[in-house]
């Protein structure tokens, strides 16, 4: 998979050279490219932001330099790359969104900061061949720009491309994976600290485990994230 990010901070994204992501770079089974915003701009004090039409607070980041990078990155991209924009405005960033990302051949996340970024930059791109526009939001919460929530949404992407994760098993026992929350993990000692790990574990009963463990999960879900859960119907 391939993977653009235009930023005015390119190196918040040095962290992709580490870890799982980083191996998987260094394999060549996600291609990535950070692009700095200001490299497309000309004036001498690489301008990226302006004041707002309609007045209010705070700053825009201006049109020209978005489609100057745009043009680069997407002129003659393949049928199916999506624009992903982060926007604390964006639909809701899950992990159905994230399986759907991954079958991408190519994705363009656009790092704004500030307000955000002049709107016909986005409606502009949703008009460009190929091309299919996201706005995205991690969360009800507001960050400083893009950046944090492209490596989110990267990872949980990057991740679920073919042979990235070792063991594909783990992909799927994972919170979110069945609609439902992980159940607790334990590992050696069986006794830590007056703690003991559930005797069901040392049972060898596998089928009482899995048992166990989908109860736990339940039990979670109820309790931390009862929205999860379908409506109950007595
Ligand atoms: Cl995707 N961007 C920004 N700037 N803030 C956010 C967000 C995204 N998701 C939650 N807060």
Redesign the pocket.
Known sequence: MRIDIVTIFPEFFSVLDVSLLGRARQQRLLDVEVHDLRDFTHDRHRTVDDTPYGGGAGMVMKPEPWGEALDAILDGTPEGTVMVV???A?RP?TQREARDLALAPRLVFTC?RYEGIDQRVIDHAATRPGVEVRE???????????EV??MA?IEAVGRLVPGVVGNPESLTEESHEDGLLEYPSYTKPSVWREHEVPPILLSGNHGAIEAWRREQQLERTRRVRPDLLPPATD
Do not use: E, I, K, R
């Open positions: 982060p926007s604390p964006g960033f704004g995205v939001s991690l969360g009800d919460y507001v960050l400083n720009g893009g929530a492209a949404m």
